[in-house]
Each structure stands twice: as structure tokens, then as C-alpha cells.
């Protein structure tokens, strides 16, 4: 069938977006795969593209979203993981992040690739919030 074809390589490409960090392309490609031919198995890889780009409330939704609609057994999981990823990437976000704040995971692990000359304590003085740090100021603060 010409339609799971088209879906098929588009999901493809969305896997290879994603390997690229190219997480935006990737979220449209399974976007539109899954306009293609509906699948839970494109709007989940939607859904974590969603989550990589920071949006966790995205993601969130479209999880609990095919757990409603009764995604298959297998994926059961694997959701009830991101989602648990999701609301707890949401539940450490601060209200008012910095521009030169990370604000996920995939963020950090960026910060980190790009300044490699950082210590450990200088990484963790990223993940602080001024409640955290119980009124002193950190380099990365300022």
C-alpha cells in the first residue's frame, strides 16, 4: 500500500532527523506520518521529539493522550516512563528561566558538550534555583 509506504519513510526520515538532533524536523516528520497513516508509534516519537525540545506540557498531553485511547500493551511502559520524564522535567523547571539557563536534560547535556572545561559543582550550580542556593549567587547566576 502506497499510504504505509509513504509512512513508513517518513518515519525513517524522522529517526534520522532525530540522530541529527534535529529534533523540530523530526517531530514534523512523524507529525505528518502519522497524517499518513494514523499510527501510536508516530505520535509517541512526536510526543519525545516534544519533550527534547522543551516542551514538556506537549509531550505530557500526547502521552496521556494514547494512554486513554489505549495505546498497545507493549507501549504501556515505555509511556507511563516519559511521562513520568515529562512531569518531572516540568516539575524542576524554574518559573523564569535565563536565557543561558538550561531548562531539560537534553539542554544540560548540550551545556555540558559545549563548555567541557566546567566542574561538576559548576554544572550543579546550573540545576539551582534561588530558593535552592539560599541567597548566594553563583558565577552562573549572574
Known amino acids: 500500500n502506497a499510504r504505509q509506504r509513504e509512512a513508513a519513510r517518513l518515519m525513517a526520515e524522522g529517526h534520522d532527523a532525530n540522530k541529527r538532533l534535529d529534533f523540530d524536523a523530526a517531530r514534523k516528520l512523524f507529525n505528518e506520518s502519522n497524517q499518513v497513516q494514523p499510527r501510536p508509534a508516530a505520535r509517541l516519537s512526536a510526543a519525545n521529539m516534544a ?25 504501556h511502559e515505555m509511556l507511563h516512563r516519559k511521562l513520568k520524564e515529562a512531569t518531572t522535567v516540568l516539575a524542576n523547571r524554574s518559573p523564569d528561566p535565563s536565557p543561558d539557563r538550561p531548562t531539560s536534560q537534553l539542554d544540560r547535556t548540550r551545556a ?31
Open 51 to 75: 519533550l527534547k525540545l522543551g516542551d514538556a506540557s506537549g509531550a505530557i498531553q500526547s502521552y496521556l493522550d494514547l494512554l486513554r485511547e489505549g495505546a498497545v500493551p507493549a507501549d
Open 112 to 142: 555540558d558538550r559545549k563548555q567541557p572545561d566546567r566542574t561538576q559543582a559548576d554544572r550543579m550550580s546550573l540545576d539551582r534555583t534561588p530558593s535552592m542556593t539560599a541567597g548566594r549567587v553563583y558565577s552562573s547566576e549572574l
